[in-house]
């Protein structure tokens, strides 16, 4: 699901919920998903915007995969309870 972010993530969502318990949730923002930490904190924008708006929603965190991503990154992913698939873009 291409959630967004900011405002566009406040319009989405409400719609989002509505049909969605859950949801993989796209990392392709501006910069783009490519760590847990930064999963985290995208997540705890889905979660306060969903909570302010009174919905439930269950966000299905990804990372943005390149030639980058270290080998330690995708264990900590792994292991960090929020990152449920890792998208493979080079």
């Not at 490519?34 to 889905?46: G, L, P, Q």
């Not at 299905?60 to 792994?78: D, F, V």
């Amino acid at each position: 699901m291409h959630l967004r972010d900011g405002e566009v993530l406040a319009s989405v969502l409400p719609d989002t919920a509505r049909r969605f318990a859950c949801a993989m949730v796209m990392p392709n923002l501006g910069p783009p998903v490519r760590t847990v930490d930064t999963a985290r904190a995208y997540r705890n924008r889905i979660l306060a915007t969903q909570q302010a708006a009174g919905l439930s929603f269950e966000p299905l965190m990804t990372l943005y995969l390149t030639n980058h991503t270290t080998p330690q990154e995708i264990r900590r992913a792994k292991t960090s309870g929020i990152v449920h698939r890792e998208m493979n873009h080079v």
